[in-house]
């Protein structure tokens, strides 16, 4: 299989998994064909957290919009160039005169003892930054900043997207601009706002106004409008892998839920969970079975609740520091028989000796995990030309198989949870 057989499966308008990418480092905003909205729907009510329907669009909106290349290439001519008028102002001035004197004042206030002889009431004038245009702009960057910081929270500082780093920083400068920085951001645009920065005969404010509507119907109060908003955004914008090996960990992942709901029989997930640094599983099916969980590198203390050998031996020295290493996925099925544990580990290599290599690895894991005794299997991934030739699949810790071979996925995934 290429990648393009990899990005097909995984942006299928049958399946809403694409947004099961990470939101972190590592991808790029995209593009594919619109999901069924019914699919997405479905999709964004069985998120686990009722706000991560509203952080994923926010973050494929902030990745995907424009935003990134409004604050590079178009904010910097805008702030060398800010829409401003000319106010007169009534200040004493001096010593010496600027201005236009107001002498009635100006004797006024010297026969009173206000004013010295060297100073004046005068009219002066002075450039007014604060324009219906530029308190709207003033507004997009502060709510720029703010969806970043949501989005860093959420993911983790380290963790957070190059881009999404940089939108940051931009609209953190333009705040501070000398021009921009005296303009105070309203609470929320209004429709004057708005339109002075649309009907602007400069290109980037119209830009701008574009950009904070779409902002703003992010946060209609309207929840049905809002969520119109989500899905019309999430149908066709996703956040693609940059690397080969993420898209096919990705890709089996999304293999290994569509098994587990069609050949395994447990139907569509309950309940999912984004990739970010604060999940805990990314899908969860229930049915009268029993139930399976789906955890993406996460830890066994996370996953299982369990301390792995490493640890352990860690633990018990000085001088040693580090965690044991996370398999790609875990699976935990609960059923009448009890807790069995299958381990999925995806490499993305054709070369023999280096699948003998991961085999070694995914060895080390089912020794790491061997409190659990017998109740745990691994299944090793790699794209293709590898298939089980030994029919007693059921008496084996480990499975090596291929993301091209469904049938032998599935033969696999049940063996390492026993399900025949």
Not at 89 to 104: A, E
Not at 198 to 224: F, I, V
């Amino acid at each position: 299989m290429s990648r393009q057989d990899w990005h097909a499966f995984i942006s299928s308008p049958q399946r809403a998994g694409r947004h099961l990418s990470s939101i972190g480092r590592g991808v790029a905003g995209s593009q594919a064909d619109a999901i069924d909205l019914n699919v997405l729907q479905a999709f964004l009510e069985r998120l686990n957290d009722s706000a991560d329907a509203t952080l994923l669009g926010s973050a494929v909106d902030l990745i995907c919009g424009g935003y990134c290349d409004f604050v590079e290439t178009k904010l910097s001519r805008l702030l060398d160039s800010l829409s401003n008028e000319m106010l007169a102002q009534q200040q004493v001035v001096g010593p010496g005169l600027r201005g236009n004197p107001i002498w009635d004042k100006t004797i006024l206030g010297r026969l009173s003892g206000s004013l010295s002889r060297t100073h004046f009431v005068s009219r002066t004038a002075h450039r007014s930054f604060d324009l219906p245009e530029n308190q709207l702009l003033a507004w997009l960057l502060t709510d720029l900043v703010r969806a970043v910081d949501q989005v860093e929270y959420v993911v983790g500082s380290s963790r957070l997207h190059p881009q999404l780093r940089s939108l940051q920083m931009r609209s953190e400068a333009a705040q501070n601009h000398h021009w921009l920085g005296s303009i105070p951001s309203p609470l929320r645009p209004t429709s004057e706002m708005i339109a002075a920065a649309r009907r602007h005969r400069r290109e980037e404010y119209r830009s701008a106004a574009k950009l904070a509507t779409r902002r703003l119907e992010l946060q209609a109060n309207d929840r049905e409008a809002r969520w119109y908003t989500v899905l019309s955004l999430l149908a066709v914008n996703w956040l693609e892998p940059l690397n080969d090996d993420d898209l096919f960990e990705l890709y089996v992942l999304l293999l290994t839920i569509d098994v587990i709901a069609l050949e395994l029989g447990f139907g569509e997930p309950i309940e999912y969970g984004l990739v970010t640094s604060r999940r805990g599983h990314v899908a969860k099916f229930e049915c009268s079975r029993g139930s399976i969980e789906v955890f993406f590198d996460q830890s066994a203390t996370t996953a299982l609740g369990i301390r792995t050998m490493v640890q352990k031996v860690i633990a018990s020295h000085s001088g040693i520091s580090g965690s044991s290493r996370r398999p790609d996925i875990i699976l935990r099925l609960k059923d009448e028989a009890g807790v069995r544990v299958a381990l999925v580990e995806m490499k993305r290599t054709d070369d023999g000796r280096y699948v003998s290599d991961s085999i070694y690895k995914v060895f080390g894991y089912l020794f790491d995990y061997r409190s659990l005794g017998e109740a745990i299997c691994a299944v090793l991934v790699v794209p293709e030309g590898v298939a089980s030739v030994d029919s007693g699949v059921g008496e084996r810790p480990m499975f090596v198989t291929s993301g091209s071979d469904r049938t032998d996925f599935v033969a696999a995934l049940k063996s390492a949870l026993r399900l025949h």
